[in-house]
């Protein structure tokens, strides 16, 4: 894309000879990797050192829906983080350079994106997870215009085929990752749309983890949840 992009990377204190998991972690809309270890997720840098890894936080530029988009050749976010990042990030930092111990997650918007990306990249990330994620643009409604979806994908009635619901699962059952749901029940904007896809994947047989639980499409709900899931990202990684 050209130009400079933030990531914080919260590391564990670097150890001469060890080398570190690391997992992707994509903000929601008008989110940005300052306020994600500040607000979101305030309990990272103490996961990282608990758990051994290294966590990369990419600037999602407010809105980038995290996509390769055709008609915005500033918005390139999927190729950035699936491919460029991880290079820089392996490059740096002293990484396990192996799938097997990289994963990608996020909520919101972020959720949509860690499954984008992951699904774009399924041979860099074994593990995607996703938190009150706007996973099926189909229920957006006026939402697709107000959360700028259409100035980088386009219109709704041109939505490229591998974004609809049903390709996307048939290309989940295919790409050899585990994937992890949640969803809080007051999620007045995300719950049924999980609900959905979780039912979709379900009757396509796509081995995946569900689960909802009391909370709102809100920092309470969210930060309790992506903890939780980060958790989850080490017991799968610790197989």
């Known amino acids: 894309m050209k130009k ?22 994509l903000h929601g809309y008008s989110g940005n990797p300052n306020r994600t270890y500040k607000q979101d997720i305030p309990d990272l840098v103490k996961k990282s050192e608990q758990f051994q890894t290294i966590y990369v936080l990419p600037d999602g530029n407010f809105n980038s829906w995290y996509v390769d988009s055709q008609i915005n050749n500033k918005s390139q976010y999927s190729t950035f983080i699936g491919k460029e990042l991880i290079d820089y990030v392996d490059s740096h930092f002293p990484t396990i350079k ?13 959720g949509f994106g860690a499954v984008n990306v992951g699904l774009n990249h399924n041979q860099a990330f074994s593990v995607v997870g996703s938190t009150c994620g706007a996973l099926d643009f189909a229920y957006f409604g006026e939402g697709y215009k107000n959360y700028q979806v259409e100035d980088v994908l386009g219109a709704f009635e041109k939505l490229p085929s591998e974004y609809q619901i049903n390709n996307r699962a048939d290309k989940m059952k295919n790409a050899d990752q585990y994937y992890i749901f949640d969803c809080g029940t007051e999620d007045e904007q995300m719950i049924e749309m999980n609900r959905n896809f979780h039912k979709t ?16 499409h809100d920092i309470e709900y ?8 980060l958790s989850l990202f080490e017991n799968y990684f610790q197989r």
């Open 4 to 25: 400079d992009i933030e990531t914080v990377i919260i590391t564990p204190e670097i150890k001469k000879g060890k080398l570190y998991k690391t997992v992707y972690i």
């Open 98 to 110: 192996d799938r097997k111990s990289r994963g990608i997650l996020g909520w919101s918007m972020g």
């Open 201 to 216: 994947l379900t009757n396509k047989g796509v081995e995946h983890f569900y689960t909802e639980s009391l909370g709102k």
């Open 222 to 229: 969210w930060s309790k949840a992506l903890s939780n899931q």
